[in-house]
């Protein structure tokens, strides 16, 4: 006897979509049989999704949930993105069922007091699953660095770094080469991957004195500070340093130009293991949309680019060079989001970890005709593979967490902020989507089901990780 029985005729599997009957037990997916094996008294409850889409639960592998936004005078008070219970309950409704932040370093702690302290935020607070990326921030003490090693055996494999302060406000941020060399050394060692925001400090730097000195601060020129050339030259550096450290590997978070997309496809054609992850406003907006009323909107750092740019990274996603469509969501709320119009002071990060799926699907199946499969391996496959979470995420096949999303292509809507459940704002107003989730199921719990929530807040659990061999022997994918 089964749970549940989901009944689809376009079911996106590991080996292609084909006509399935989804047998779950408890949490795990039990079995995929041929139409009509399993009769409706074989399972508590059928779900007839025949017409629809029926995929695994997305993944979101860039999210910030309470996370610190700095306040706009200096001293003021700060904001903080939405809780992992809003966006994670957002997430669902979306159709993403796992999503992964980050434990970040403040002075002096060690790693497993960064875990715990992130911990606080998480634990029964979140509705879907979830795991993070560790953060390290600033001088990084060789114990730190020590300390890597045991997390990645404990399942903690990830770890980001920035390669620049970001604004000139934000000193102490960046990570300095050497510690970083450290760092990937460790991560190769122990069977980690290093997740970078990558761009040339000097160059970005530069750019705002520049920009202040001949009085163009606003943020419309966002792109000229971090820019395409900063990509370029900072991609390039940090895959010199990778390659040359036997058994590292990198993803390269929010890919945003044409140079970083190239620099990734080099360094793959010659073998290094290197991902690419881009962000779904880098994907369909460009630098011109900063120009539009609130165009903060849209913004998230580094920054929008050209349509030559935009027109690079999905060159990327058919040359293997971008991997996965991630949102760097930091939900907060309009006035929050446009409090800053400077270059320095614009608050970063986006919503959209609800609407990502339809809009992808939208973008990609209905518009440029990629097929559902390249569709379902950006935007939840190929993360769980990269990230360490596959099989058990990211795939509908027999032993796999139930996590299954049911894409509707009878639901055509026009995205509307009121209709959504993450904030007050969405740079994707009025955007006309092709299909809608509608059924959401985490590990065998229908989440969502035609507008109804049915989570808890202790439902979300932490997912330990391990990257595969496979991932961090080549370049995959
Ligand atoms: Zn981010």
Redesign the pocket.
């Known amino acids: 006897m089964f749970d549940l029985i989901i009944r689809g005729d376009r079911v996106v599997t590991p080996h292609g979509i084909g006509e399935w009957d989804i047998a779950v037990k408890g949490e795990k997916i039990a079995a995929l049989a041929a139409p009509g094996a399993f009769g409706d008294d074989a399972a508590a409850r059928v779900i007839n999704a025949k017409g629809k889409i029926v995929m695994p639960g997305g993944i979101d592998p860039?999210?910030?949930c309470a996370w610190h936004i700095p306040a706009l005078e200096e001293g003021g008070e700060p904001s903080y993105s939405a809780p992992p219970s809003q966006v994670s309950r957002a997430a669902l409704y979306g159709g993403t069922t796992t999503i992964i932040d980050?434990a970040a370093s403040e002075k002096g702690d060690t790693v497993p007091q960064m875990i715990e302290r992130r911990d606080k935020d998480w634990v029964d607070q979140c509705y879907c699953d979830y795991a993070y990326h560790i953060m390290l921030r600033g001088a990084v003490p060789p114990s730190v660095v020590e300390e890597l090693g045991e997390a990645v055996q404990d399942g903690y494999p990830t770890v980001k770094v920035f390669t620049t302060d970001i604004t000139p406000s934000r000193k102490g941020r960046m990570v300095h080469f050497g510690d970083i060399w450290e760092i990937l050394k460790v991560l190769a060692r122990e069977g980690g991957l290093g997740v970078i925001?990558s761009e040339d400090n000097d160059i970005v730097m530069h750019m705002y004195e520049k920009l202040f000195r001949e009085g163009r601060a606003g943020f419309e020129n966002m792109a000229e500070v971090h820019n395409a050339l900063s990509e370029d030259i900072s991609f390039r550096r940090i895959i010199r340093l990778a390659e040359n450290i036997e058994g590292a590997a990198l993803y390269m978070?929010?890919v945003s130009a044409a140079s970083g997309v190239s620099a990734i496809a080099q360094s793959r054609a010659k073998g290094f293991p290197i991902y690419g992850e881009t962000l779904h406003q880098y994907m369909l907006y460009t630098s011109d949309d900063y120009r539009k009323p609130n165009g903060q909107m849209y913004h998230?750092?580094p920054s929008l680019k050209s349509q030559a740019d935009q027109d690079g990274l999905w060159e990327g996603t058919l040359n293997g060079a971008i991997n996965a469509v991630a949102t760097?969501e930091?939900c907060c709320t309009l006035s929050v989001k446009v409090q800053g119009n400077q270059i320095d002071d614009t608050t970063?990060?986006n919503s959209g970890v609800e609407p990502r799926l339809a809009v992808m699907f939208t973008e990609m199946v209905e518009k440029r005709g990629y097929t559902i499969e390249k569709f379902v391996d950006l935007t939840s496959s190929n993360a769980a593979r990269i990230m360490g979470l596959y099989p058990r995420k990211g795939a509908l096949a027999a032993g796999s967490d139930a996590d299954i999303t049911i894409l509707d292509p009878n639901e055509k809507r026009t995205v509307r902020k009121e209709d959504l459940h993450e904030t007050d704002y969405s740079p994707w107003e009025g955007r006309e989507v092709a299909a809608w989730p509608t059924v959401t199921v985490l590990r065998g719990k229908v989440m969502v089901e035609n507008g109804a929530f049915h989570g808890d807040e202790k439902d979300g659990q932490y997912l330990k990780r391990y990257i595969s061999d496979d991932i961090r022997g080549g370049p995959m994918l």
């Open positions: 860039h999210v910030h980050f925001h978070m929010h998230t750092y760097d930091v970063g990060g």
